[in-house]
Nanobody, 121 residues
Framework: QVQVVESGGGLVQAGGSLRLSCAAS????????MAWYRQTPGKQRELVAG???????NYADSVKGRFTISRDNAKNTMYLQMNGLKPEDTATYYC???????????????WGQGTQVTVSS
């Protein structure tokens, strides 16, 4: 069974930094696209940043220049370094990963349980 678990959320003042981690574990054959999404109450989940197997990345316009996504394939882990945090970055952040489990030919979408990031003004 594959699991995806986020960590690193918390409360920070505006202008501060946080680093989120997303660790995948289990019978993993390969991890394809990984991404961070965020959601606030009453709004749709939105893409924050994504990274593919060759380390190409994409970012939401609202976080470009402030957030950096990266991955360590040897550890099956993805990171989101968030600098210059703003109150509008407050949300629950979710990890997404497309993972092919050992013994299977297709990948499946996995989501973490979410980690809360709160930025005070």
């Amino acid at each position: 069974q594959v699991q995806v678990v986020e960590s690193g959320g918390g409360l920070v003042q505006a202008g501060g930094s946080l680093r989120l981690s997303c660790a995948a574990s289990g019978r993993i054959s390969r991890i394809y696209t990984m991404a961070w999404y965020r959601q606030t109450p009453g709004k749709q989940r939105e893409l924050v940043a994504g990274i593919v197997t060759d380390d190409r990345t994409n970012y939401a316009d609202s976080v470009k220049g402030r957030f950096t996504i990266s991955r360590d394939n040897a550890k099956n882990t993805m990171y989101l370094q968030m600098n210059g945090l703003k109150p509008e970055d407050t949300a629950t952040y979710y990890c997404y990963a497309a993972i092919r489990e050992q013994g299977y030919s297709e990948s499946i979408d996995y989501w973490g349980q979410g980690t809360q990031v709160t930025v005070s003004s």
